[in-house]
């Protein structure tokens, strides 16, 4: 079993950074592949960034390529989202999400590739 927790979300205007964490309690004694997913109000989650479990493959969204960076901190079980230049548009909850069901090398980018997800931390930006 794992727990996934958020944290760094906020109000800010645009052109504004943040900068999101996502630390995983558990079973942590090796690396999972790991993702940051957004969901806007009536809209369906999606895809932001993901990162391998050996941190040496990542992947983005076109809509995020060149302003948000995702890394894995020095400990196994910390990985973050540096959120740069952003946009209104990228108001949303931001979600964490592991997946434990596979030893993938890859950075994985689908909704359903992920078994674990965290409660969400709200990101707002402002015109």
């Known amino acids: 079993q794992l727990e996934l927790v958020e944290s760094g979300g906020g109000l800010v205007q645009a052109g504004g950074s943040l900068r999101l964490s996502c630390v995983v309690f558990?079973?942590?004694?090796?690396?999972?592949?790991m993702g940051w997913f957004r969901q806007a109000p009536g809209e369906e989650r999606e895809f932001v960034a993901a990162?391998?479990?050996?941190?040496?493959?990542?992947d983005y969204a076109d809509s995020v390529k060149g302003r948000f960076t995702i890394s894995r901190g020095n400990a196994k079980n910390t990985v973050y989202l540096q959120m740069n230049s952003l946009k209104p548009e990228d108001t949303a909850v931001y979600y964490c999400?592991?997946?434990?069901?596979?030893?993938?090398?890859?950075?994985?980018?689908?909704?359903?590739?992920?078994?674990?997800w965290g409660q969400g931390t709200q990101v707002t930006v402002s015109s």
């Open positions: 990162i391998s479990w050996s941190g040496d493959y990542t």
């Open positions: 999400a592991a997946d434990s069901t596979t030893r993938s090398s890859y950075a994985l980018t689908l909704v359903r590739d992920y078994n674990y």
């Open positions: 558990g079973r942590t004694f090796r690396s999972y592949p």
